[in-house]
């Protein structure tokens, strides 16, 4: 989501002439898009902010701007703490990012952070400024790959989560603009799309989404953009376990573009985390989706994502984690300690769990997650699989599965290949992270 937000800001400046840089000491403006998921994220913001106070000192015209999150939450108490804050820019503004830095020039420490309750995302086409977001970044997968938002916002209020204070009320896009908007990405020789929401399983839920204003499900939005000319792979996230319906389980056997690759976060094991949580699913409910979704797909690989330590975590909450672990034996995972998040409803629970505590669980958790993700991946070894290049050097490749493993594949047939290329690899190696393979065939 920030990704896409980033090439957003990007697509938004080049179109007023701005030309992206790698160096943040020659800029004439920095743009820190910033997360406030968990606090560190957010520590990083305000280190990085009081480097940029020197290099200011040194560059009095050079502008700065904070994006995102953070700018969202903190507002003008960051301009307050940080003077030389040029521009402060709220998840629902960055589309005038470029209107906005030109007003802030004349009105240094502007706040532009309103958010509404009903608005609507702008079409922002690609091709409107083929600028920065497309230029100089040689063999980068964004050539073939892109992410196109679908929804923002969130009305689920997880009970340790800041999203739906950051980035506001759910508001889902209209179908003609999703569609139209992945059709001009194909037409540029786009192959891979990712579709972006904070909850995608809740698509067309929330608003009126078709200009006809029929209720439209994300699993029908699926059908829709699948038959779309030129599209190879179609990816999403994310989605919230409570609302995967049959019919979108479904489209992993029905729908041969969508990539048999689901990221289904689970984020505890015990059902009296999960309550606490305000997750509104069961373990028992969370397996049988499991269960259901590889009896449609028996290819699918899993993965989630587990916060540990969440308050009031006992030691045998947190065994039942590592039986779901077990139990479903996920091909990768996200894990996070649990992080106090201001104004969530988790913030004010007194049982928070000591630090150690969290830290010794997140190892165990990592450390076996480690080992499956090793034996996941070495099921893989001995089999063909089609692979997606997205770099190649000499006759060293690397690309991805559609199940959205690494592969680094040795071009023993000394074809010339190109980021976009489609071949078939051999896969005769498996790491934690990724695979190596040669080279079968061209597709
Ligand atoms: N502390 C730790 N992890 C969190 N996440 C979200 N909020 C918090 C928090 N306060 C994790 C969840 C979510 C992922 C994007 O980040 O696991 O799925
Ligand atoms: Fe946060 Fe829950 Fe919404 Fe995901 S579904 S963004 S975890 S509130």
Redesign the pocket.
């Known amino acids: 989501m920030n990704e896409r937000d980033s090439e957003i800001m990007s697509q938004a400046l080049a179109g007023s002439g701005y030309v992206e840089t790698m160096e943040m000491e020659s800029a004439d403006l920095v743009i820190l898009n910033t997360c406030s998921?968990?606090a560190k994220a957010e520590q990083k913001v305000m280190s990085l902010l009081g480097l940029l106070r020197k290099q200011k000192k040194r560059h009095p015209e050079m502008q700065v701007c904070v994006a995102g999150c953070v700018a969202q939450q903190e507002g003008e108490k960051l301009v307050e703490r940080m003077e030389h804050v040029d521009l402060v820019v709220g998840t629902q503004n960055i589309y005038q990012i470029d209107h906005l830095l030109e007003h802030a020039r004349k009105n240094p420490g502007y706040i532009a952070i309103s958010m509404e309750k009903d608005y609507t995302i702008p079409v922002f086409l690609p091709d409107q400024a083929m600028g920065a977001a497309y230029t100089g970044k040689g063999d980068s997968p964004s050539i073939f790959r892109k992410f196109v938002t679908i929804m923002q916002g969130c009305n689920n209020f997880c009970a340790?989560?800041?999203v739906p204070h950051t980035r506001g009320r759910e508001v889902s896009r209209n179908v003609k603009d999703i569609k139209g908007e992945i059709r001009v990405l194909l037409e540029s020789g786009i192959k891979e799309i990712t579709l972006l929401g904070q909850n995608v399983n809740s698509y067309g839920q929330t608003n009126i989404v078709t200009s006809d204003g029929a209720p439209f499900s994300f699993a029908e939005l699926l059908h829709e953009i699948a038959h779309l000319e030129g599209l190879q792979r179609l990816r999403f996230t994310?989605s919230n376990p409570k609302d995967l319906s049959d019919d979108l389980m479904k489209c992993f056997r029905d729908i041969p573009n969508l990539c048999p690759q689901f990221h289904l976060?689970v984020?505890a094991g015990s059902d009296k985390v999960l309550k606490r949580m305000n997750r509104k699913y069961s373990i028992a409910r969370y397996l049988e989706l499991v269960e259901q979704l590889r009896e449609y797909c028996p290819d699918i690989a899993l993965s989630t994502?587990?916060?540990v330590g969440f308050p009031g975590e006992t030691d045998k909450d947190f065994e039942e984690t590592m039986g779901v672990l077990e139990r479903v034996r996920y091909h990768g995972s996200?894990s996070?300690?649990?992080?106090?998040?201001p104004g969530?409803a988790a913030e004010k629970f007194n049982d928070k769990v000591d630090e150690n505590v969290k830290k010794e669980r997140l190892m165990r958790f990592q450390d076996r997650q480690d080992e499956i993700s090793l034996d996941r991946n070495r099921e893989y070894v001995g089999t063909i699989r089609e692979v997606l290049v997205e770099s190649a050097s000499g006759k060293a490749l690397k690309g991805r599965t559609v199940t959205n493993h690494i592969v680094h594949v040795d071009d023993t047939l000394g074809r010339i290949l190109r980021p976009g290329d489609l071949v078939d690899a051999e896969i005769y190696h498996a790491g934690q992270h990724s695979l190596k393979g040669k080279l079968a065939r061209m597709k």
Do not use: A, G
């Open positions: 998921i968990r340790y989560c800041v994310t976060p984020q994502d587990i916060i996200f996070f300690k649990y992080s106090d998040r969530t």
